[in-house]
């Protein structure tokens, strides 16, 4: 019972501008004199326009099956040992902040990360929990909502050679919903770790040259034309065709997918694994310009054995290359890539699950599924670096302060964007939707 | 903790801010502290599980996202949304060392506070001090907090049921009354969750007055206690209406489409050609494209029976058998088995005759709920070896037989639909003592655990009556399941049925039946499914009777009036092949078929129907694994993928350029690019070119001088085969 903080003579103010205001005066983040009025004011703003977003572009990192907050980025070293776990958190140059020791790397750059600790959802089965952190929308019998990527591929500027949301090197099942299939990713197939990586059919097939693909792109025209003369919302082209028909005829495009063109430096760096060169085919994506990369890593649902699926990755492994190690090198490599580069203030890196994991250890040495809290992880867009968002409580079970909602870090992922959240979005029967509803930005990040 | 500690606690949490007095003083009228003062006898205290409950859940406390959770809330777990009132009043009573109420200082009580404002509270302010809901808790505390007479609710009306109305603006103003046991007869009106399907269509106010923002057809499911009751708003499309009268009907069905046109004012697209229609119903019960010769016998055929006759001898083709196979084993989840092939083969096989024989669906249900034996040939035996456990069991029989998504049930019940934990826990315990191996046998071992009361589940008709523990239970589930008058599984079946012909089923998904779900034409899903059990189960003649319906022979014409609708059949809705009937249609275009590997040359893609085949095209039209759900079908990697693969893959290509196919062997007859065209026409599309698109594709084939004629042709035949005419059904 420790939040039993007394108010009510502003109940006018929400209660999370309050606890806000409260965690900084005794928690101190180093964020500098925030103050009431600075709150007020950031509320003022984002009821209005925007303010010139930074970001440019997205590389959502998607750890599939939801990561253990627990062994990544909210260690509990004082809870019960069935609660703490095997592993033991590392300090990191911020002072206050220490992560899991499985995280070397990651430690060592947390001056540019935020890590959120309070987020909480109530779904906790995979299908329902991945539809409300990549749309920010809880799911609807009615209505398939549109995940973030395809969101930025419909309002963001027109693909250019390159599709505007890709997905490496698979997708997880939520894609355009009702903006239509042609805002769904890109999907590249394959394991950009091997030698002979390739997309899928970007080649021309053997015999079939150029002049031959204008041509059939030209006798297709005249079928669309024939189907428009019946039906009278037919659209002009179909734009998956259009689309492909601009990748297959760009060379640039296909270069783009050509890991083998980096230095062998750069690649050593990311790793040897699908993660890390994934990272890497992400960073090559947007820095030609495509607005919203996701790279897909499995496995992390690990209801067994976490010290050889988080750690090891294989039984008597003397190096651990289980999944957060993999994470922690193609992560950090990522982030200080795109520093470097010159990039991460113009690239939005969000690193997440779709929900935690239970505080208490089960009987097969893993961990079950936790909506209640769990951890994000952003970079980049200019969010101000070495700070920590909420925490959760004791055991890593419920938030303590500061509890942020998939629709808050929805909200705020848009605002990022540049993506004005209440914008509306318009179902294929005219219906308006907007991109965010109910959300409320995390004044922190943005 | 010792006593001491927590008395502080207590008293901590008990001292309200001076600030928070000072407020509620000057908000509040002095009479009211006067009345309440006043009231301290017993009289008319609330009866806990009737009247207290339900302002907890129209707070939204015991949600599934609140309290109401399975682990619950802040260490406060109520049952979601009120199941079982036992549970909850203890909770609220005396679980928490009894703070939650205080009986020294009843507006001091937790239950009171937090939800209200006074104390920090998780989930906002939920409750208003000034509101109803407020003064009922409180005046319930003070008369002690008593569980009541428990009393039942036994009528729960809403007022409207069904509204009706020209005028979007029109507030309407709802009301909902309950009966209970003891005879009272209460207005429940704001103490009802009104909860839209669609919340952009509608909205509900504070106050309980509905308004709707769309024209159309919406639904409002009214929650109080138990009940869910569906409350249905219509707004029609236009303000004019639409003279049905001379429309032609063959039955009931039409009945119902043009009775919902009429009330929707939507006008109805003319009647599709005779060409079109063939296309559209060959596809439909077999899979294929018509042949180009029996679409001329039958543009030649001037009986009036012609129809009928077409689509009796399109159920009787094997091809009929094939493609319905594949769509029973789409919806049973079949699917190989590790190092065991022939599971799959046998199930498939015997899935096949059953279908072949035109076998009643409740005979073919019985099968698969009862067989036992070896799976390597006892078909219908590997029924529940396609799921993991008796829970899986449930859940496959829940969405295949009872259209019914169980799953909510495992960990609480449903809060949409009427199953319980018990009907979960109860229908997984009648698959409990099943073997699961190669020989599928009922055993002696075997129970499943319900987590509500902690003991091994009875095995149940889920939502009818427990069946005992002793024996196999499955006989009478099935029993249950497939007798006459349950016409459940009837209701289930037609609708998939419904969705296969229409693109669109009457309830919408096709796995999720249930009150709070209603068809879009509730009238003639129960005149279909009365229809369905009335002729033996049969696939073949409720399949027939919906193809020669005039509904379904509707064209695509988009009308004025009908562009924005998608679910009242005022026209034919356009659909995508399914990915084997559209592998099979580019193979019977080009002449060359696709090699599967383990399956003769030859083989067509709507006879693989184990999904676990390798196929790389079939995949990436968006073919279904069966490893999870896949009533809708699904599409894998988007569409992009797809046109890649039509652009640069061997799907088309390969066969574009075969020495074999349709095109090279018309080029080495001599044929001309005006023969080539028609020919290709009639294949794909069902009819011949218009003379000007004709003389459109003379035109673009003609040959330059630094040509290649026959490369030309191929790239009209891959824009044929990648054109929407082609793609879709329409």
Same mark, same amino acid.
């Given at each position: 019972?420790?939040?039993?903080?007394?108010?009510?003579?502003?109940?006018?103010?929400?209660?999370?501008?309050? +606890?806000?205001?409260?965690?900084?005066?005794?928690?101190? *983040?180093?964020?500098?004199?925030?103050?009431?009025? $600075?709150?007020?004011?950031?509320?003022?703003?984002?009821?209005?326009?925007?303010?010139?977003?930074?970001?440019?572009?997205?590389?959502?990192?998607?750890?599939?099956?939801?990561?253990?907050?627990?062994?990544?980025?909210?260690?509990?070293?004082?809870?019960?040992?069935?609660?703490?776990?095997?592993?033991?958190?590392?300090?990191?140059? %911020?002072?206050?902040?220490?992560?899991?020791?499985?995280?070397?790397?990651?430690?060592?750059?947390?001056?540019?990360?935020? %890590? +959120?600790?309070?987020?909480?959802?109530?779904?906790?089965?995979?299908?329902?929990?991945?539809?409300?952190?990549?749309?920010? *929308?809880?799911?609807?019998?009615?209505?398939?909502?549109?995940?973030?990527?395809?969101? +930025?591929?419909?309002?963001?500027?027109?693909?250019?050679?390159?599709?505007?949301?890709?997905?490496?090197?698979?997708?997880?099942?939520?894609?355009?919903?009702?903006?239509?299939?042609?805002?769904?990713?890109?999907?590249?197939?394959?394991?950009?770790?091997?030698?002979?990586?390739?997309?899928?059919?970007?080649?021309?097939?053997?015999?079939?040259?150029?002049?031959?693909?204008?041509?059939?792109?030209?006798?297709?025209?005249?079928?669309?034309?024939?189907?428009?003369? %019946?039906?009278?919302?037919?659209?002009?082209?179909?734009?998956?065709?259009?689309?492909?028909?601009?990748? +297959?005829?760009?060379?640039?495009?296909?270069?783009?997918?050509?890991?083998?063109?980096?230095?062998?430096?750069?690649?050593?760096?990311?790793?040897?694994?699908?993660?890390?060169?994934?990272?890497?085919?992400?960073?090559?994506?947007?820095?030609?310009?495509?607005?919203?990369?996701?790279?897909?890593?499995?496995?992390?649902?690990?209801?067994?054995?976490?010290? &050889?699926?988080?750690?090891?990755?294989?039984?008597?492994?003397?190096?651990?290359?289980? &999944?957060?190690?993999?994470?922690?090198?193609?992560?950090?490599? &990522? %982030?200080?890539?795109? $520093?470097?580069?010159?990039?991460?203030?113009?690239?939005?890196?969000?690193?997440?699950?779709?929900?935690?994991?239970?505080?208490?250890?089960?009987?097969?040495?893993?961990?079950?599924?936790?909506?209640?809290?769990?951890?994000?992880?952003?970079?980049?867009?200019?969010?101000?670096?070495?700070?920590?968002?909420?925490?959760?409580?004791?055991?890593?079970?419920?938030?303590? $302060?500061?509890?942020?909602?998939?629709?808050?870090?929805?909200?705020?992922?848009?605002?990022? &964007?540049?993506?004005?959240?209440?914008?509306?979005?318009?179902?294929?029967?005219?219906?308006?939707?907007?991109?965010?509803?109910?959300?409320?930005?995390?004044?922190?990040?943005? | 903790?010792?006593?001491?500690?927590?008395?502080?606690?207590?008293?901590?949490?008990?001292?309200?801010?001076?600030?928070?007095?000072?407020?509620?003083?000057?908000?509040?009228?002095?009479?009211?502290?006067?009345?309440?003062?006043?009231?301290?006898?017993?009289?008319?205290?609330?009866?806990?599980?009737?009247?207290?409950?339900?302002?907890?859940?129209?707070?939204?406390?015991?949600?599934?996202?609140?309290?109401?959770?399975?682990?619950?809330?802040?260490?406060?777990?109520?049952?979601?949304?009120?199941?079982?009132?036992?549970?909850?009043?203890?909770?609220?009573?005396?679980?928490?060392?009894?703070?939650?109420?205080?009986?020294?200082?009843?507006?001091?009580?937790?239950?009171?506070?937090?939800?209200?404002?006074?104390?920090?509270? #998780?989930?906002?302010?939920?409750?208003?001090?000034?509101?109803?809901?407020?003064?009922?808790?409180?005046?319930?505390?003070?008369?002690?907090?008593?569980?009541?007479?428990?009393?039942?609710?036994?009528?729960?009306?809403?007022?409207?049921?069904?509204?009706?109305?020209?005028?979007?603006? !029109?507030?309407?103003?709802?009301?909902? !009354?309950?009966?209970?046991?003891?005879?009272?007869?209460?207005?429940?009106?704001?103490?009802?969750?009104?909860?839209?399907?669609?919340?952009?269509?509608?909205?509900?106010?504070?106050?309980?007055?509905?308004?709707?923002?769309?024209?159309?057809?919406?639904?409002?499911?009214?929650?109080?206690?138990?009940?869910?009751?569906?409350?249905?708003?219509?707004?029609?499309?236009?303000?004019?209406?639409?003279?049905?009268?001379?429309?032609?009907?063959?039955?009931?069905?039409?009945?119902?489409?043009?009775?919902?046109?009429?009330?929707?004012?939507?006008?109805?697209?003319?009647?599709?050609?005779?060409?079109? @229609?063939?296309?559209?119903?060959?596809?439909?019960?077999?899979? =294929?494209?018509?042949?180009?010769?029996?679409?001329?016998?039958?543009?030649?055929?001037?009986?009036?029976?012609?129809?009928?006759?077409?689509?009796?001898?399109?159920?009787?083709?094997?091809?009929?058998?094939?493609?319905?196979?594949?769509?029973?084993?789409?919806?049973?989840?079949?699917?190989?088995?590790?190092?065991?092939?022939?599971?799959?083969?046998?199930?498939?096989? @015997?899935?096949?005759?059953?279908?072949?024989?035109?076998?009643?669906?409740?005979? /073919?249900?019985?099968?698969?709920?009862?067989?036992?034996?070896?799976?390597?040939? /006892?078909?219908?035996?590997?029924?529940?070896?396609?799921?993991?456990?008796?829970?899986?069991?449930?859940?496959?029989?829940?969405?295949?037989?009872?259209?019914?998504?169980?799953?909510?049930?495992?960990?609480?019940?449903?809060?949409?639909? =009427?199953?319980?934990?018990?009907?979960?826990?109860?229908?997984?315990?009648?698959?409990?003592?099943?073997?699961?191996?190669?020989?599928?046998?009922?055993?002696?071992?075997?129970?499943?655990?319900?987590?509500?009361?902690?003991?091994?589940?009875?095995?149940?008709?889920?939502?009818?009556?427990?069946?005992?523990?002793?024996?196999?239970?499955?006989?009478?589930?099935?029993?249950?399941?497939?007798?006459?008058?349950?016409?459940?599984?009837?209701?289930?079946?037609?609708?998939?049925?419904?969705?296969?012909?229409?693109?669109? #089923?009457?309830?919408?998904?096709?796995?999720?039946?249930?009150?709070?779900?209603?068809?879009?034409?509730?009238?003639?899903?129960?005149?279909?499914?009365?229809?369905?059990?009335?002729?033996?189960?049969?696939?073949?003649?409720?399949?027939?009777?919906?193809?020669?319906?005039?509904?379904?022979?509707?064209?695509?014409?988009?009308?004025?009036?009908?562009?924005?609708?998608?679910?009242?059949?005022?026209?034919?809705?356009?659909?995508?092949?399914?990915?084997?009937?559209?592998?099979?249609?580019?193979?019977?275009?080009?002449?060359?078929?696709?090699?599967?590997?383990?399956?003769?040359?030859?083989?067509?893609?709507?006879?693989?129907?184990?999904?676990?085949?390798?196929? =790389?095209?079939?995949?990436?039209?968006?073919?279904?694994?069966?490893?999870?759900?896949?009533?809708?079908?699904?599409?894998?990697?988007?569409?992009?993928?797809?046109?890649?693969?039509?652009?640069?893959?061997?799907?088309?290509?390969?066969?574009?350029?075969?020495?074999?196919?349709?095109?090279?062997?018309?080029?080495?007859?001599?044929?001309?690019?005006?023969?080539? /065209?028609?020919?290709?026409?009639?294949?794909?599309?069902?009819?011949?070119?218009?003379?000007?698109?004709?003389?459109? @594709?003379?035109?673009?084939?003609?040959?330059?001088?630094?040509?290649?004629?026959?490369?030309?042709?191929?790239?009209?035949? @891959?824009?044929?085969?990648?054109?929407?005419?082609?793609?879709?059904?329409?």
């Amino acid at each position: 019972m420790s939040a039993l903080s007394l108010r009510s003579d502003v109940r006018r103010l929400s209660r999370r501008d309050c +606890v806000k205001v409260g965690s900084l005066a005794t928690v101190g *983040y180093g964020l500098g004199g925030l103050s009431l009025i $600075d709150a007020w004011r950031g509320r003022a703003a984002a009821a209005g326009t925007l303010a010139a977003a930074k970001a440019k572009a997205c590389i959502l990192l998607w750890l599939d099956g939801g990561p253990s907050h627990l062994e990544t980025f909210d260690p509990k070293p004082e809870a019960p040992a069935e609660v703490r776990g095997p592993f033991r958190p590392m300090r990191t140059p %911020i002072s206050g902040i220490e992560i899991s020791e499985l995280l070397p790397r990651t430690a060592s750059i947390v001056d540019k990360l935020a %890590i +959120v600790r309070s987020m909480t959802s109530p779904l906790g089965e995979h299908g329902l929990a991945n539809h409300y952190l990549m749309t920010g *929308y809880q799911s609807s019998p009615v209505l398939q909502y549109p995940s973030y990527g395809s969101v +930025v591929s419909h309002l963001g500027p027109p693909a250019t050679q390159l599709p505007s949301h890709i997905a490496i090197p698979e997708s997880r099942a939520f894609g355009a919903g009702f903006l239509g299939s042609e805002h769904d990713p890109f999907v590249t197939g394959g394991d950009p770790s091997k030698a002979d990586f390739q997309v899928r059919d970007l080649d021309f097939f053997p015999g079939v040259d150029e002049s031959r693909i204008r041509r059939r792109r030209e006798y297709l025209a005249e079928f669309d034309a024939m189907q428009s003369a %019946i039906e009278a919302r037919a659209p002009a082209a179909d734009p998956a065709f259009e689309q492909a028909f601009r990748m +297959v005829t760009s060379a640039q495009a296909k270069a783009a997918f050509d890991l083998s063109a980096e230095p062998a430096s750069i690649r050593a760096r990311y790793g040897p694994k699908m993660f890390g060169q994934s990272c890497l085919l992400a960073r090559r994506l947007v820095e030609r310009g495509v607005p919203f990369v996701s790279v897909l890593n499995v496995g992390w649902d690990t209801h067994t054995g976490l010290v &050889l699926q988080l750690r090891d990755g294989f039984a008597g492994a003397k190096v651990g290359v289980g &999944l957060v190690p993999t994470f922690d090198q193609g992560f950090s490599a &990522l %982030i200080e890539d795109l $520093d470097q580069r010159g990039m991460l203030e113009e690239t939005l890196v969000v690193a997440m699950g779709e929900f935690g994991r239970t505080p208490k250890i089960n009987t097969g040495g893993g961990r079950d599924h936790w909506p209640r809290v769990f951890s994000v992880v952003m970079a980049g867009a200019g969010i101000p670096g070495g700070q920590v968002i909420g925490a959760s409580d004791r055991v890593g079970e419920s938030p303590r $302060d500061r509890p942020v909602t998939p629709s808050d870090l929805a909200r705020t992922i848009y605002t990022l &964007l540049g993506i004005h959240p209440d914008r509306e979005l318009l179902t294929s029967d005219g219906r308006p939707v907007s991109v965010n509803q109910g959300g409320k930005v995390i004044r922190e990040l943005v | 903790m010792n006593l001491a500690s927590w008395i502080g606690v207590v008293v901590l949490a008990a001292i309200p801010h001076p600030d928070a007095l000072a407020d509620r003083a000057a908000s509040r009228p002095v009479s009211v502290e006067g009345t309440r003062a006043g009231r301290t006898g017993p009289q008319q205290t609330a009866d806990f599980d009737t009247e207290i409950l339900p302002v907890l859940t129209r707070s939204g406390c015991n949600a599934g996202a609140c309290h109401g959770a399975a682990a619950g809330r802040g260490d406060f777990n109520l049952s979601l949304l009120g199941a079982d009132p036992a549970a909850d009043h203890e909770a609220i009573v005396h679980h928490f060392e009894g703070r939650r109420v205080d009986f020294a200082r009843p507006e001091r009580s937790l239950i009171l506070a937090k939800p209200s404002g006074d104390l920090d509270h #998780g989930g906002d302010v939920v409750l208003d001090q000034d509101g109803p809901g407020f003064q009922r808790l409180l005046d319930w505390i003070r008369s002690g907090a008593p569980r009541g007479a428990s009393r039942k609710l036994v009528r729960f009306e809403i007022t409207p049921r069904r509204h009706r109305s020209d005028d979007l603006t !029109e507030p309407v103003p709802l009301r909902a !009354e309950a009966e209970f046991d003891d005879g009272v007869v209460a207005d429940v009106t704001r103490w009802t969750v009104w909860t839209p399907l669609d919340s952009a269509a509608v909205t509900i106010d504070e106050r309980s007055v509905a308004r709707v923002h769309r024209r159309g057809q919406h639904v409002v499911t009214a929650r109080f206690l138990d009940r869910v009751v569906p409350v249905e708003w219509i707004v029609p499309f236009s303000d004019s209406d639409f003279d049905f009268s001379l429309e032609p009907r063959a039955d009931f069905i039409d009945d119902a489409i043009l009775r919902t046109l009429t009330e929707l004012r939507l006008p109805a697209s003319p009647p599709a050609s005779d060409s079109v @229609w063939l296309r559209r119903v060959t596809l439909d019960l077999t899979g =294929r494209l018509p042949l180009a010769s029996v679409a001329d016998t039958f543009a030649s055929d001037g009986s009036t029976d012609k129809r009928a006759s077409m689509v009796e001898s399109l159920v009787s083709s094997p091809a009929f058998v094939d493609y319905w196979t594949l769509q029973m084993a789409r919806w049973l989840r079949l699917h190989s088995l590790t190092n065991e092939p022939e599971a799959a083969v046998v199930y498939g096989r @015997w899935l096949r005759s059953q279908i072949a024989l035109d076998v009643g669906l409740d005979r /073919v249900a019985e099968q698969l709920l009862t067989a036992t034996g070896d799976s390597h040939v /006892v078909g219908p035996a590997n029924f529940g070896r396609m799921v993991a456990d008796s829970r899986g069991h449930a859940e496959l029989v829940g969405r295949f037989f009872l259209g019914a998504r169980l799953g909510c049930a495992n960990c609480h019940n449903h809060p949409l639909d =009427r199953w319980t934990q018990d009907d979960y826990h109860g229908l997984a315990a009648v698959f409990a003592k099943l073997e699961r191996g190669r020989i599928v046998e009922y055993g002696t071992r075997g129970a499943v655990t319900n987590p509500r009361t902690g003991e091994p589940a009875v095995a149940r008709i889920p939502g009818v009556r427990d069946l005992g523990d002793d024996g196999d239970a499955r006989a009478e589930l099935s029993k249950w399941l497939t007798a006459s008058e349950n016409r459940l599984f009837a209701r289930v079946t037609v609708n998939r049925l419904w969705r296969a012909m229409f693109g669109r #089923g009457l309830v919408e998904p096709t796995d999720d039946l249930r009150e709070t779900n209603p068809a879009t034409h509730p009238e003639l899903l129960e005149q279909l499914a009365d229809d369905f059990v009335q002729n033996g189960y049969s696939l073949r003649h409720t399949l027939a009777r919906i193809a020669l319906s005039h509904t379904y022979a509707r064209s695509g014409t988009v009308l004025e009036g009908n562009a924005g609708d998608d679910r009242f059949y005022s026209r034919a809705f356009r659909r995508p092949l399914p990915p084997e009937v559209l592998a099979d249609a580019i193979s019977d275009v080009t002449g060359v078929p696709d090699l599967y590997p383990g399956h003769p040359r030859g083989t067509r893609s709507v006879s693989i129907i184990d999904p676990l085949t390798p196929s =790389r095209s079939l995949d990436l039209l968006g073919r279904c694994s069966r490893v999870a759900v896949c009533d809708e079908g699904a599409a894998n990697g988007g569409a992009l993928p797809a046109q890649l693969h039509l652009l640069n893959g061997d799907l088309i290509n390969r066969k574009l350029g075969d020495e074999s196919s349709q095109l090279s062997r018309l080029i080495a007859a001599g044929k001309t690019d005006a023969e080539i /065209v028609e020919h290709h026409y009639r294949q794909a599309l069902g009819h011949s070119p218009t003379s000007s698109q004709l003389q459109r @594709w003379l035109g673009l084939l003609a040959p330059s001088e630094s040509d290649d004629r026959r490369q030309r042709l191929e790239d009209f035949v @891959w824009s044929l085969l990648n054109s929407r005419p082609f793609k879709e059904n329409h």
